[in-house]
């Protein structure tokens, strides 16, 4: 029988922070609750990495963390402790930023397509006179050449017999027999099995499949028995050994065969406890023929963050919108359907064209206009990608929305429909490929950008427009989970949210109180402004989020918020104008608006941590195995990475953990105040109760309230174990608080596990229930 977890424990591995660090921190750990160990991918990655998601060499663990005999530490701390351990992975691609660092690509550079290692890398081989393309250079390739920037080492080394080529901190292998052509730069140059590109030609020009818009990951072929082979028998040898007991797989929408790929990681894992890191979108539901236990939890993490928004005030920040928009001359918004589809065409026309041009360079025949026909129908896709011939539905509306669009391209979309839909062919294939990358920058990396009016609904596996869900639609979706992907990991934050779980509930309370916080953003603006309206409201929502904050880090969110959206700034061509109204904002929020941000901050800052003991809480006993992101049982107030991977101090919550423990011994309970030992208790101790009784969380029972605050309490009762959490809390106070509202309970006498209350049998009244907290765990006495 597959071990799967009950609660997890996610760490972020890295040269900063090691396995040995992990394996001293296992023991708190299994004080918090959790029962397994969740870490980032731990194969040798790209010197200097900290996140590990560019993989160089998959036949070792990384020495930068550790290596093989701290992963063995690492095991044995969590076996001592009885925790499994679940560990990233990363099919889809392999760093190149360095090439000397990754051996299969170091090979193919020197050997090209005779390297034995050239088949792993998914190459277009008719492009470019069968070279690789390398968009490194800062010039064209004549002047750099002309501007001596390009040297030749003929020293033989053992990964290089014939010298090596450099430009700047680019080091290259020279070709077998071509360095005696150094004193021929230009001939040297063309000898080689790569050719050297200017940095902007990979928009367009780059001849190999990378992970998104990354030049420096590239792709791997693991749909080859060979490639796959090679790139998981290390991985394969963890779970023989005992040194992991369940796999998460990154970005398995980039592979060509994303079902064959689980089935064939069954094979040789054993059929171990496996989550996919995949995206749905509303409506869309996770293969149910795939060898998985369920998502990495974006989906749920939706459903928690939906259930705190209040849908009248949403309506009113949208209007707040509009008018920033109109003030300062931004163009109106309009669906949030027509922005994806105009920053996912950008994104196609732009940034991922290469992928695109490939998509024409195997088509069987010519077809005018296919470029363009290829890259509408891409911006019109539904969802990240299809599984032919499951999910043929997304394309044939991708395929009526093209010719809604366009119809000047309707002859054009016509001749393509059957060669998409035919996964036999390359074409259908890699299309497949591609419309993820297209969702995934033209979406999470720019219209989640744009779309500024609450920040708490653009978070990675939501769709904006649900701006809201009432309380029979949240338990809805649990009792789907439970019936169908009752493993499926459920989560707040993770490694790539943009904002934490705590910015969001804070963030939240804006709804509530849209009318007050467009007079606090009008005066912030009146200090400090961009010159942008909407994106003035999204720099000054992430102070108001995650305040306090410094200027450094409100900058440098700011810069990044900024070129992601694309519209005043940029990646590849900043405005160094505009961006000078980011740093300004930035400075202000420590300097002139500081004053008026504290006042603000204090009037919402209780009902964002009722919103965050409530999700916390919900989270964490809803069906699912729910994950606790590093350091987010306290007040977590990280904004996009690397904001959200800054290192978390360990020992500062083993020591809070136990002096709540003692408190709560002796009747003594911790405020709900800014250090956040509240959230500790809850955090604890649902994730306890857990994995101590898992018997008490076998079914699920939406909670019935009654009286006139009803609407404000969610509550579910999973076997003998029921949480009881408060949503919209500002409207609540405003409307008198609980008053006659009680909820509805079985004839049996409970015990608050938060704060030890007994709790008598039949219905309670909601105003004694959450007189000390705004949530409540009640354990049956059966």
Same mark, same amino acid.
């Given at each position: 029988? /597959?071990?799967?977890?009950?609660?997890?424990?996610? !760490?972020?591995?890295?040269?900063?922070?090691?396995?040995?660090?992990?394996?001293?921190?296992?023991?708190?750990?299994?004080?918090?609750?959790?029962?397994?160990?969740?870490?980032?991918?731990?194969?040798?990655?790209?010197?200097?990495?900290?996140?590990?998601?560019?993989?160089?060499?998959?036949?070792?663990?990384?020495?930068?963390?550790?290596?093989?005999?701290?992963?063995?530490?690492?095991?044995?701390?969590?076996?001592?402790?009885?925790?499994?351990?679940?560990?990233?992975?990363?099919?889809?691609?392999?760093?190149?930023?360095?090439?000397?660092?990754?051996?299969?690509?170091?090979?193919?550079?020197?050997?090209?397509?005779?390297?034995?290692?050239?088949?792993?890398?998914?190459?277009?081989?008719?492009?470019?006179?069968?070279?690789?393309?390398?968009?490194?250079?800062?010039?064209?390739?004549?002047?750099?050449?002309?501007?001596?920037?390009?040297?030749?080492?003929?020293?033989?080394?053992?990964?290089?017999?014939?010298?090596? +080529?450099?430009?700047?901190?680019?080091? !290259?292998?020279?070709?077998?027999?071509?360095?005696?052509?150094?004193?021929?730069?230009?001939?040297?140059?063309?000898?080689?099995?790569?050719?050297?590109?200017?940095?902007?030609?990979?928009?367009?020009?780059?001849?190999?499949?990378?992970?998104?818009?990354?030049?420096?990951?590239?792709?791997?072929?693991?749909? !080859?028995?060979?490639?796959?082979?090679?790139?998981?028998?290390?991985?394969?040898?963890?779970?023989?050994?005992?040194?992991?007991?369940? %796999?998460?797989?990154?970005?398995?929408?980039?592979?060509?065969? *994303?079902?064959?790929?689980?089935?064939?990681?069954?094979?040789?894992?054993?059929?171990?406890?496996?989550?996919?890191?995949?995206?749905?979108?509303?409506?869309?539901?996770?293969?149910?023929?795939?060898?998985?236990?369920?998502?990495?939890?974006?989906?749920?993490?939706?459903?928690?963050?939906?259930?705190?928004?209040? *849908?009248?005030?949403?309506?009113?920040?949208?209007?707040?919108?509009?008018?920033?928009?109109?003030?300062?001359?931004?163009?109106?918004?309009?669906?949030?359907?027509?922005?994806?589809?105009?920053?996912?065409?950008?994104?196609?026309?732009?940034?991922?064209?290469?992928?695109?041009?490939?998509?024409?360079?195997?088509?069987?025949?010519?077809?005018?206009?296919?470029?363009?026909?290829?890259?509408?129908?891409?911006?019109?896709?539904?969802?990240?990608?299809?599984? %032919?011939?499951?999910?043929?539905?997304? +394309?044939?509306?991708?395929?009526?929305?093209?010719?809604?669009?366009?119809?000047?391209?309707?002859?054009?979309?016509?001749?393509?429909?059957?060669?998409?839909?035919?996964?036999?062919?390359?074409?259908?294939?890699?299309?497949?490929?591609?419309?993820?990358?297209?969702?995934?920058?033209?979406?999470?990396?720019?219209?989640?950008?744009?779309?500024?009016?609450?920040?708490? %609904?653009?978070?990675?596996?939501?769709?904006?427009?649900?701006?809201?869900?009432?309380?029979?639609?949240?338990?809805?979706?649990?009792?789907?989970?439970?019936?169908?992907?009752?493993?499926?990991?459920?989560? !707040?934050?993770?490694?790539?949210?943009?904002?934490?779980?705590?910015?969001?509930?804070?963030?939240?309370?804006?709804?509530?109180?849209?009318?007050?916080?467009?007079?606090?953003?009008?005066?912030?603006?009146?200090?400090?402004? /961009?010159?942008?309206?909407?994106?003035?409201?999204?720099?000054?929502?992430?102070?108001?989020?995650?305040?306090?904050?410094?200027?450094?880090?409100?900058?440098?969110?700011?810069?990044?918020?900024?070129?992601?959206?694309?519209?005043?700034?940029?990646?590849?061509?900043?405005?160094?104008?505009?961006?000078?109204?980011?740093?300004?904002?930035?400075?202000?929020? #420590?300097?002139?608006?500081?004053?008026?941000?504290?006042?603000?901050?204090?009037?919402?800052?209780?009902?964002?941590?009722?919103?965050?003991?409530?999700?916390?809480?919900?989270?964490?006993?809803?069906?699912?195995?729910?994950?606790?992101? #590093?350091?987010?049982?306290?007040?977590?107030?990280?904004?996009?990475?690397?904001?959200?991977?800054?290192?978390?101090?360990?020992?500062?919550?083993?020591?809070?953990?136990?002096?709540?423990?003692? @408190?709560?011994?002796?009747?003594?309970?911790?405020?709900?105040?800014?250090?956040?030992?509240?959230?500790?208790?809850?955090?604890?101790?649902?994730?306890?109760?857990?994995?101590?009784?898992?018997?008490?969380?076998?079914?699920?029972?939406?909670?019935?309230?009654?009286?006139?605050?009803?609407?404000?309490?969610?509550?579910?009762?999973?076997?003998?174990?029921?949480?009881?959490? /408060?949503?919209?809390?500002?409207?609540?106070?405003?409307?008198?608080?609980?008053?006659?509202?009680? %909820?509805?309970?079985?004839? +049996?006498?409970?015990?608050?596990?938060?704060?030890?209350?007994?709790?008598? *049998?039949?219905?309670?009244?909601?105003?004694?229930?959450?007189?000390?907290? *705004?949530?409540?765990?009640?354990? @049956?006495?059966?």
């Amino acid at each position: 029988m /597959t071990r799967r977890p009950l609660s997890t424990y996610r !760490l972020q591995i890295s040269p900063r922070f090691t396995l040995d660090d992990a394996a001293a921190v296992v023991p708190y750990i299994r004080e918090l609750g959790a029962s397994w160990v969740y870490v980032s991918p731990l194969l040798t990655a790209t010197p200097g990495s900290d996140h590990g998601y560019d993989v160089v060499d998959h036949s070792r663990v990384d020495p930068a963390r550790g290596g093989d005999e701290a992963l063995v530490r690492f095991a044995a701390a969590a076996r001592r402790e009885g925790l499994g351990i679940l560990v990233d992975i990363v099919p889809n691609h392999m760093g190149v930023a360095v090439p000397r660092a990754n051996p299969w690509w170091w090979d193919m550079l020197r050997l090209g397509r005779s390297s034995r290692h050239a088949v792993a890398f998914d190459i277009d081989a008719s492009r470019g006179d069968g070279r690789l393309r390398l968009p490194i250079l800062g010039a064209s390739l004549d002047e750099v050449i002309a501007a001596g920037e390009l040297s030749v080492d003929p020293e033989p080394a053992d990964d290089a017999p014939d010298g090596t +080529l450099s430009y700047y901190d680019h080091v !290259l292998p020279l070709a077998p027999g071509t360095a005696a052509l150094a004193g021929d730069l230009p001939a040297l140059l063309a000898a080689q099995h790569y050719e050297l590109r200017y940095w902007e030609d990979q928009n367009a020009e780059l001849t190999y499949r990378r992970f998104f818009a990354v030049s420096e990951l590239a792709g791997i072929r693991v749909e !080859l028995a060979d490639v796959f082979a090679e790139s998981h028998r290390e991985i394969a040898r963890w779970i023989t050994d005992g040194l992991a007991d369940g %796999l998460r797989v990154d970005h398995p929408d980039g592979l060509a065969d *994303p079902g064959g790929y689980l089935e064939r990681l069954a094979d040789v894992t054993g059929g171990v406890y496996t989550l996919v890191e995949k995206i749905l979108e509303p409506g869309e539901e996770l293969p149910d023929w795939w060898h998985t236990d369920g998502t990495t939890g974006y989906d749920a993490l939706a459903q928690f963050d939906r259930l705190f928004v209040d *849908p009248d005030g949403v309506r009113a920040l949208r209007e707040l919108d509009d008018g920033l928009r109109a003030d300062t001359g931004v163009a109106p918004r309009g669906s949030w359907a027509d922005l994806t589809h105009t920053t996912k065409r950008m994104v196609a026309d732009s940034l991922l064209r290469s992928e695109v041009r490939r998509l024409v360079h195997t088509l069987p025949f010519g077809i005018v206009g296919a470029e363009d026909a290829l890259s509408e129908i891409l911006a019109c896709f539904p969802v990240y990608r299809s599984y %032919l011939p499951a999910g043929g539905e997304h +394309l044939e509306h991708a395929l009526a929305e093209a010719r809604r669009r366009r119809p000047d391209l309707a002859a054009a979309i016509a001749e393509l429909a059957p060669l998409l839909a035919d996964a036999s062919r390359e074409l259908g294939e890699r299309f497949q490929q591609t419309s993820g990358a297209v969702m995934a920058k033209g979406v999470e990396d720019t219209a989640f950008y744009r779309w500024t009016h609450l920040g708490t %609904l653009t978070e990675v596996g939501a769709d904006p427009s649900v701006e809201s869900i009432d309380v029979n639609e949240y338990h809805r979706a649990q009792q789907v989970r439970m019936a169908s992907w009752p493993f499926s990991m459920t989560t !707040l934050s993770t490694h790539d949210t943009k904002r934490s779980e705590d910015v969001r509930a804070r963030l939240a309370v804006l709804s509530e109180l849209p009318e007050r916080w467009g007079e606090v953003l009008q005066e912030l603006r009146a200090i400090a402004s /961009t010159g942008h309206g909407p994106f003035d409201a999204l720099l000054w929502q992430a102070a108001v989020g995650a305040w306090p904050i410094s200027a450094e880090r409100l900058h440098a969110y700011g810069v990044k918020a900024a070129r992601e959206a694309a519209e005043a700034t940029g990646w590849q061509h900043p405005d160094e104008g505009f961006e000078r109204g980011i740093a300004e904002v930035a400075d202000a929020a #420590q300097g002139a608006a500081r004053g008026l941000l504290t006042r603000f901050v204090d009037e919402i800052a209780g009902y964002g941590r009722v919103n965050a003991l409530s999700a916390k809480l919900l989270q964490v006993t809803a069906p699912g195995v729910p994950d606790v992101y #590093q350091g987010t049982e306290l007040w977590d107030l990280s904004l996009v990475d690397p904001d959200n991977r800054r290192p978390v101090d360990f020992a500062a919550r083993a020591a809070l953990l136990r002096r709540i423990d003692e @408190d709560h011994a002796r009747g003594v309970l911790p405020p709900v105040d800014d250090e956040g030992s509240v959230k500790l208790l809850v955090t604890s101790r649902a994730l306890r109760l857990r994995r101590d009784n898992p018997e008490l969380f076998g079914i699920y029972r939406p909670g019935v309230a009654t009286g006139t605050a009803s609407a404000h309490v969610v509550a579910a009762d999973r076997g003998g174990a029921t949480a009881v959490a /408060t949503r919209l809390p500002a409207t609540l106070e405003r409307r008198g608080g609980w008053g006659d509202t009680i %909820l509805m309970r079985p004839d +049996l006498p409970a015990t608050d596990v938060l704060t030890g209350r007994r709790i008598a *049998p039949g219905p309670v009244r909601l105003a004694e229930l959450l007189d000390t907290y *705004p949530v409540a765990l009640l354990r @049956d006495a059966r």
